[in-house]
């Protein structure tokens, strides 16, 4: 049973370009989230796909665009890109939240590790 | 607002002993998930352990457990015979049920945990 994925591992940028980071989830999951975990600090919540829409976002500006295709994978772009944006990208992978599930596991992919200079 | 805090940036054990990594949380909600992730190095995040906030009983997983103490507003870890491969970062993460129902969870800031021999 493969777990979440992610692509590229590593990803070195420069100023004003844009980057695509891609995901799948893990198998049988129909939700993406996806969080940047800055150097030494915890993840931040990006947004999530579900059903290819935007469930919610978190406080990240319209630089930071996603997208999620029929089977759940999921891609994550970033536009005009800043030495802010260098970071640990992860994605994590779950069933959408039932309002009577008591528990589910988001489950996190190795990450892609962005560098921009 | 919610939050996660995490006091001790980093935290010294000796192989074979238990630590306890700290973990706060603010919310207002009367339903919340909490949880704690491990992650190494290499990127990672590894799910160890879920606490709900309806739950009577601290949850424990293999030489994982949680100290819940719901009036104290506090979820500690509780690392039981610990090993050399132990040592990482370590996450705490709340789960917030909000309108959404999306789940995002909200990190601390992480607590770094080395095991010496």
């Known amino acids: 049973d493969a777990g979440v994925t992610q692509s590229p591992t590593h990803l070195i940028k420069t100023r004003g370009q844009q980057v695509t980071l891609r995901c799948s989830p893990k198998s049988g999951h129909d939700t993406v989230s996806w969080y940047q975990q800055a150097l030494g600090q915890g993840p931040q919540f990006i947004f999530q796909y579900y059903e290819e829409e935007e469930r919610q976002r978190g406080n990240f500006p319209d630089r930071f665009s996603g997208h999620q295709f029929p089977n759940y994978s999921s891609e994550l772009n970033v536009n005009a890109l800043l030495l802010g944006d260098s970071a640990l990208y992860l994605c994590?992978?779950?069933?959408?939240?039932?309002?009577?599930?008591?528990?589910?596991?988001?489950?996190f992919g190795p990450g892609t590790r962005l560098t921009v200079t | 607002a919610q939050k996660i805090t995490q006091t001790q940036p980093g935290m010294f054990v000796q192989e074979k002993e238990a630590v306890t990594l700290d973990c706060t949380y603010d919310?207002?909600?009367?339903?919340?998930?909490l949880f704690w992730y491990k992650q190494p190095s290499s990127g990672e995040m590894i799910f160890l352990i879920y606490?709900?906030?309806?739950?009577?009983q601290n949850a424990t997983e293999g030489r994982y457990s949680l100290n819940f103490q719901k009036a104290r507003k506090s979820a500690n870890l509780v690392i039981s015979a610990s090993q050399l491969g132990d040592s990482a970062m370590y996450f705490c993460?709340?789960?917030?049920?909000?309108?959404?129902?999306?789940?995002?969870?909200?990190f601390g800031q992480g607590t770094t945990l080395q095991v010496k021999p």
């Open positions: 919310t207002s909600d009367q339903s919340y998930g």
């Open positions: 606490q709900g906030s309806y739950d009577e």
């Open positions: 993460a709340m789960r917030v049920h909000d309108s959404s129902n999306t789940g995002k969870l909200i």
């Open positions: 994590a992978s779950s069933l959408f939240l039932r309002l009577d599930g008591r528990h589910y596991e988001q489950y």
